[in-house]
């Protein structure tokens, strides 16, 4: 059985009931909004409504939530599965430093947004030794030229490119 | 054999083999450190793929799906860490006999197992393809239909000991994929009037974020770790030499890892536990096992091999993904214009058998650079985790905004990340999500197909394949269901035995006060009444 275990390991017990009533919560919220968010065509039987499966997926969510919270090994709310959501709320950090660095790259261009995005985030870390910072300047050039470059990705050029020589711009457009 | 000729005719071109190179080398990398994984690194890659022809991007996507576990191997054997979760096992075996100082015949016995999997799959199915193209097109909307609720329930059920969280989840996915205008009548389903969500959430959106942005804020979340690794020295090739003295065990479990790879939903998991088990069973030494036994090592590592071969069936007969990196895969098909399915094996059996080619070269691609890059891929683990995070995060971001350069979809990711980061910190599956995403829209699809043809519900299943698949489902239910009453009976009578009361204080008081009302306890209290000094008082 020690094998079934590392491959199947066990599910972490402190955040289970506030994921799990929060998983509940929202299933509820989108059941009761069925009737607003989909539309009954008339004259169309009950399989082909468009509502159809939004409500067989719900009704999915709400009773596999409602077991999953009632199976659970501690549902009563304890101080841990507070610190435990806590954890998760700082993890909105991360989506912030991704959503600046989404929305410099139509501004500064996708080379040096990144190079501003993954150089401060390398420090946020705690790397301090100029090392990590080379390596980290490398990497972004390598990303850039592999998937810009070689791959040829649709990456928009910069409003910053506009203030570039015609040469240049065009060059930095489809390069950087 | 003719159709083995079309196929490598398919394959020698300059890009596909450039595809092959690179996707073989890369997913060996990419195994090779822990954190990154297979998934992580086609999710990224998946947008790229769509400007390249279906046969270069889906042999790139292979290359790296099939050659990621011979690169997890390395750490799993060597520092006791997998590179992939699928090599959880190989820790057991493998680093034991690191301990021991036989690194090296580890690795080469791992790689020879790994090899002997990858070949049987591809072997399998290519003396298979032809009764696949006959059995292909007796499946009509219906069967789908079946055979795709058939891997729902699996995915579900596979997940033992989450099973009610899993379900939640791939009901989660269903509503995904239904969010956005409805194809056929075209009304709104929850779009809450936003213009951004009427087109639907994109699959490789949510796999991006469920996968890669997730797996990097959970790395710069958590704790680098110290790791000192030594060097590989010798001859790599004597694991074939030991692999050859167990052809039984090998054997046993390729056959796993195909039977498992065809089932939807099943995957490596279960292939390599039942190979392992079946291992112990019929070895000499069992109680080896767990110890570094050789034998145990064979029956991980080729089962985990055998399965990429064989989870590319039901993708291509079918077109059902029975995991989430095939489902990935099929989005390659669909932004093509190519529908896998009956008709792929009918008209487009060349294409077909390049991609099993395809499989077949890359195993011996990958072996060949083993043998020489050993070395340098053992360094690749010395890359701090919060570092890795930092890198999978910029990656990402150029996965999910090549595909419209819109921003909403960057947003949507980082969501999906966030989702993703709490179910990995529960240790919840997130596989489900994606297969209920891809399995509800092809359920949809041919749920309203097969029943405009049908007028009784027994109609659903007159055919004997849709009866089948039917039977199936019936089956693994009740099968599930005996298996939870039966451990549920267990669970009951150790509660019995331990706990004989409630431990909870209010509980414990109304319990003692019910028992000093009841005709026993006034007995007892009336005798505790005519205590001895009572006694002598009267």
Sequence with gaps: MAELKILTPPIATRGQSVFALCFLGFALILFLLLPYQTTMVEDTTWHKQPGFWPMVSIIGMVVFGVLHFWRLPRRKLEKIDYKEALLWIRGVEFVLWFMIYVSLVPIVGYLPSTLIFVLPLIYRQGYRKPFHFYCGALFVFSVVIFFKIILEVKIPGAALYEFFPAAIRNFLILNF | ?538
């Design chain 2, 1 to 538: 054999m003719e159709n083995i000729l079309l196929g490598f005719d398919v394959l020698a071109r300059w890009d596909v083999v450039l595809a092959i190179l690179c996707g073989s080398i890369g997913g060996v990398i990419i195994g090779a450190i822990p954190g990154v994984g297979p998934a992580v690194a086609i999710a990224i890659l998946l947008p790229a793929t769509f400007s390249m022809e279906p046969i270069v991007g889906l042999t790139l996507l292979l290359g790296i799906y099939g050659s990621s576990m011979y690169g997890g191997a390395i750490p799993a054997i060597l520092i006791n860490t997998p590179g992939t979760p699928v090599n959880a096992l190989t820790t057991y075996e493998g680093f034991p006999m690191t301990t021991r100082g036989e690194a090296r015949r580890a690795l080469s016995l791992a790689y020879a197992a790994s090899f002997f999997g990858g070949i049987f799959s591809v072997i399998c199915l290519i003396l298979m393809a032809p009764i696949l193209a006959k059995v292909a097109p007796l499946f009509g909307s219906r069967e789908i239909f079946l055979a795709a609720l058939l891997g729902l329930v699996l995915v579900i059920i596979a997940h033992r000991g989450k099973i009610l969280a899993a379900g939640m989840l791939a009901c989660f996915g269903l509503f995904l994929n239904t969010v956005g205008l409805e194809p056929v009548k075209y009304s709104s389903r929850y779009t809450f009037d936003q213009s951004w969500l009427a087109n639907g959430i994109d699959l490789i959106v949510v796999v991006l974020g469920l996968f890669a942005i997730s797996q990097a804020y959970f790395l710069m979340s958590g704790d680098d770790v110290k790791i000192r690794v030594n060097k590989v020295r010798g001859n790599l090739l004597q694991g074939f030499r030991e692999l050859s003295r167990h052809p039984v065990v090998a054997g046993i479990s390729g056959c796993f890892g195909v039977v498992m790879g065809i089932i939807p939903g099943v995957g490596e998991f279960t292939a390599q536990f039942m190979s392992y088990t079946t291992a112990e069973r019929i070895s000499k030494r069992p109680k080896a096992f767990g110890h570094g036994s050789s034998e145990g090592l064979i029956a991980s590592e080729a089962a985990n091999n055998a399965v990429p071969g064989a989870a590319m069936i039901p993708l291509l007969a079918l077109g059902i993904p029975g995991e989430a990196l095939t489902a990935m895969m099929l989005s390659v098909f669909y932004v093509h214009n190519v529908i896998p399915g009956p008709g792929l094996f009918l008209y487009q059996l060349d294409f077909v058998t390049a991609l099993y080619l395809a499989l077949l070269i890359l195993n011996v691609v990958v072996v060949i650079f083993l043998m020489f890059a050993t070395n340098f891929l053992v360094q690749l683990v010395r890359i701090p985790n919060r570092y890795l995070g930092v890198c999978i995060l910029t990656l990402g971001f150029v996965g999910v905004y090549s595909l419209r350069n819109n921003p909403s979809d960057c947003a949507m990711a980082a969501v999906f990340g966030l989702l993703g980061y709490i179910l990995r910190r529960l240790k919840l599956p997130i596989i489900p999500i994606i297969l209920g995403m891809v399995l509800g829209g092809i359920m949809e699809v041919k749920f309203r197909s097969s029943m405009s043809r049908v007028k009784e519900p027994l109609d659903f299943i007159d055919r004997p394949i849709a009866a089948m698949i039917f039977a199936v489902i019936i089956i693994v239910l009740l099968v599930h269901f005996l298996r939870v009453m039966r451990e549920w009976e267990p669970r009951k009578e150790r509660k019995w035995t331990y706990r004989k009361s409630s431990s909870k204080f209010g509980r414990l008081l109304f319990n003692r006060r019910k028992h000093m009302l009841d005709d026993r306890g006034k007995v007892l209290r009336n005798l505790q009444l005519m205590s001895p000094a009572r006694k002598k008082e009267d």
